[in-house]
């Protein structure tokens, strides 16, 4: 069955230390991935995503995230938190072509920067 | 460029009631979805559609339909509403090899 798994459903860290946010899929051909961010009582924002072009891929606000095939991983990272950074962080996987339709959800981390 | 707007905001149902969530967009994107949210679970699937006249059953339809009459509208309807469709409903649609942009969502609490 496709799916996608976070590692982490709580992750906290220091202001001004890297951040990193883990997420697996399963195995399939050609999948496009997306992070998006969700700040409390607020809507889904893209960070980033990858769509089969260059495997490191670059977002807003620092972050960034590497597509590894042989790991089936999409990690999400960043050199240094901010107070802002805190939110709710989901790994979304779409797999197959564009007509095959369905975005996958992983659980969500949640990312709790402290001072 | 209002992008995606989802109707109502709130509500609140009582057992068995029934309503509507609207979702329109005005991108011209083939693909639309309904999610909901729930604390821990992520967004999970409901129903979407890849165009207009279509509709897919997603991770948990059950107590749910959908129309795509116009290809800017998604419609989700609750024929009977249980207190475990208490939730917070997200709209989102693409086109093609796009990400899928999103509404600000709906709280619906069942009582």
């Known amino acids: 069955a496709q799916s996608v798994t976070q590692l982490d459903s709580h992750v906290s860290v220091s202001e001004g230390t890297p951040v990193l946010l883990r997420c697996n899929y399963s195995s399939s051909y050609s999948p496009s991935l997306f992070w998006y961010v969700q700040h409390p009582n607020k809507g889904l924002q893209l960070l980033l995503k990858?769509?089969?072009?260059?495997?490191l891929v670059k977002g807003i606000n620092g972050f960034e995230a590497e597509f590894k095939k042989s790991e089936t991983s999409f990690h999400l990272t960043k050199p240094s938190a901010h107070m802002s950074d805190a939110a709710e962080y989901f790994c979304?996987?779409?797999?197959?072509?564009?007509?095959?339709?369905?975005?996958?959800f992983g659980q969500g981390t949640t990312l709790q920067v402290k001072p | 460029n209002a992008g995606v707007t989802q109707t109502p905001k709130f509500r609140v149902l009582k057992t068995g009631q029934s309503m509507t969530l609207l979702c329109a967009q005005d991108m011209n994107h083939e693909y639309m979805y309904w999610y909901r949210q729930d604390p821990g679970m992520g967004l999970r699937l409901i129903h979407y559609s890849v165009g207009e006249g279509t509709t897919a059953k997603g991770e948990v339809p059950d107590g749910y339909n959908v129309s795509r009459l116009k290809k800017q509208n998604f419609l989700l309807g609750l024929e009977s509403a249980a207190p475990s469709q208490t939730s917070v409903y997200f709209c989102?649609?693409?086109?093609?090899?796009?990400?899928?942009?999103f509404g600000q969502g709906t709280r619906l609490t069942v009582v």
């Open positions: 989102a649609s693409r086109r093609g090899e796009t990400e899928a942009f």
């Open positions: 990858y769509t089969s072009a260059a495997t």
């Open positions: 979304v996987v779409r797999y197959g072509s564009s007509n095959t339709g369905k975005l996958i």
